[in-house]
């Protein structure tokens, strides 16, 4: 009689990757549709083409390149450029968002061997990319409401967070609420986002530990500036730029951010104090996705100074 002889876990909970992506596209659409009714075809168009070269090129790269089964069955691909979308201005030259699709893909995720090996969220390091390359067309903001038909000929302006580093400090918080400012596709309303973030809590795709000790930490931290003269508010700061894109939808990446409660609430307190300290202080006005790619790559530090013990006892409550 043979035995089969298997690691750990033994015991399946019925989940799966697709599911899991499944939830989180669920949970940006109420941030889409926003940014569709704002910016109109330019967010069709710039989400249409991330998602569909994030998906092209995974399979391509898996098919030609690895030699390797697809995988995009499992949404991932579709989650990171939905993501990359959401960091991109929807005016933005489709030929760009290739070139970041690529980059996301080819080298934040496949070339380290694709889902939950790549150690740096994918979607970021695109962003980042084409930041760095392209700054002028990167920090191009459309102003909302200009019509459904506009795209390259969009009549631009400052980001919230521009006009506070240029000195404006006449933010309207309702604005930042339901998304009447300039921006990218995934940072224009707060309400959808957090619609989104709750959803995700609620269906245990996320836990609330870096959520919250990033947004806490933050709100700390810029308190306590605010009282020294420096800086703008709490709310301002909380609700604009990509606080709670990166907070609920980038950091939580699984295969990027720590596995232990406590390395992810170290690991949101970093990306807390970095955000703020670039925003406040850099020459960057948004600081989170710099943020988040430097916790990434203190993650397999923070989980080896905080290992998770499988299988230990429950301690007895006295």
């Given at each position: 009689?043979?035995?089969?002889?298997?690691?750990?876990?033994?015991?399946?909970?019925?989940?799966?990757?697709?599911?899991?992506?499944?939830?989180?596209?669920?949970?940006?659409?109420?941030?889409?549709?926003?940014?569709?009714?704002?910016?109109?075809?330019?967010?069709?168009?710039?989400?249409?083409?991330?998602?569909?070269?994030?998906?092209?090129?995974?399979?391509?790269?898996?098919?030609?390149?690895?030699?390797?089964a697809s995988t995009?069955?499992?949404?991932?691909?579709?989650?990171?450029?939905?993501?990359?979308?959401?960091?991109?201005?929807?005016?933005?030259?489709?030929?760009?968002?290739?070139?970041?699709?690529?980059?996301?893909?080819?080298?934040?995720?496949?070339?380290?061997?694709?889902?939950?090996?790549?150690?740096?969220?994918?979607?970021?390091?695109?962003?980042?990319?084409?930041?760095?390359?392209?700054?002028?067309?990167?920090?191009?903001?459309?102003?909302?409401?200009?019509?459904?038909?506009?795209?390259?000929?969009?009549?631009?302006?400052?980001?919230?967070?521009?006009?506070?580093?240029?000195?404006?400090?006449?933010?309207?918080?309702?604005?930042?609420?339901?998304?009447?400012?300039?921006?990218?596709?995934?940072?224009?309303?707060?309400?959808?986002?957090?619609?989104?973030?709750?959803?995700?809590?609620?269906t245990g795709t996320?836990?609330?530990?870096?959520?919250?000790?990033?947004?806490?930490?933050?709100?700390?931290?810029?308190?306590?500036?605010?009282?020294?003269?420096?800086?703008?508010?709490?709310?301002?700061?909380?609700?604009?730029?990509?606080?709670?894109?990166?907070?609920?939808?980038?950091?939580?990446?699984?295969?990027?951010?720590?596995?232990?409660?406590?390395?992810?609430?170290?690991?949101?307190?970093?990306?807390?104090?970095?955000?703020?300290?670039?925003?406040?202080?850099?020459?960057?006005?948004?600081?989170?996705?710099?943020?988040?790619?430097?916790?990434?790559?203190?993650?397999?530090?923070?989980?080896?100074?905080?290992?998770?013990?499988?299988?230990?006892?429950?301690?007895?409550?006295?």
């Open positions: 009689m043979k035995k089969l002889i298997s690691p750990a876990p033994h015991i399946h909970s019925g989940d799966s990757v697709t599911r899991r992506m499944g939830y989180v596209i669920l949970a940006l659409l109420p941030a889409w549709g926003v940014s569709l009714w704002q910016f109109g075809l330019g967010a069709l168009l710039v989400t249409a083409i991330s998602v569909a070269s994030c998906v092209l090129f995974e399979f391509l790269i898996q098919r030609f390149l690895l030699k390797k995009i069955g499992d949404l991932s691909a579709i989650v990171t450029g939905l993501l990359l979308a959401f960091n991109l201005p929807s005016n933005l030259p489709w030929w760009i968002i290739i070139i970041g699709a690529l980059v996301a893909i080819g080298i934040g995720k496949m070339s380290f061997g694709g889902l939950g090996n790549n150690p740096f969220n994918p979607a970021l390091v695109g962003r980042v990319f084409l930041l760095i390359s392209f700054p002028a067309q990167m920090t191009s903001w459309p102003l909302p409401n200009q019509g459904f038909m506009h795209y390259m000929n969009a009549e631009t302006g400052a980001t919230p967070l521009a006009k506070i580093a240029n000195g404006s400090l006449n933010i309207s918080l309702n604005d930042l609420l339901i998304g009447q400012t300039g921006g990218s596709l995934g940072e224009v309303s707060a309400i959808a986002l957090i619609i989104g973030a709750v959803f995700l809590l609620a996320i836990r609330y530990y870096i959520p919250v000790s990033i947004l806490g930490t933050a709100a700390v931290f810029t308190a306590i500036l605010h009282a020294c003269g420096i800086g703008t508010d709490v709310l301002t700061q909380l609700l604009t730029g990509g606080m709670i894109l990166g907070a609920c939808f980038m950091a939580t990446d699984y295969a990027t951010s720590p596995m232990t409660k406590l390395g992810q609430i170290i690991f949101g307190v970093g990306i807390g104090i970095i955000t703020v300290l670039i925003r406040e202080f850099g020459i960057y006005p948004e600081g989170m996705s710099f943020a988040i790619l430097i916790m990434n790559a203190v993650t397999p530090l923070l989980n080896r100074l905080t290992p998770r013990r499988f299988g230990a006892p429950k301690k007895k409550k006295q």
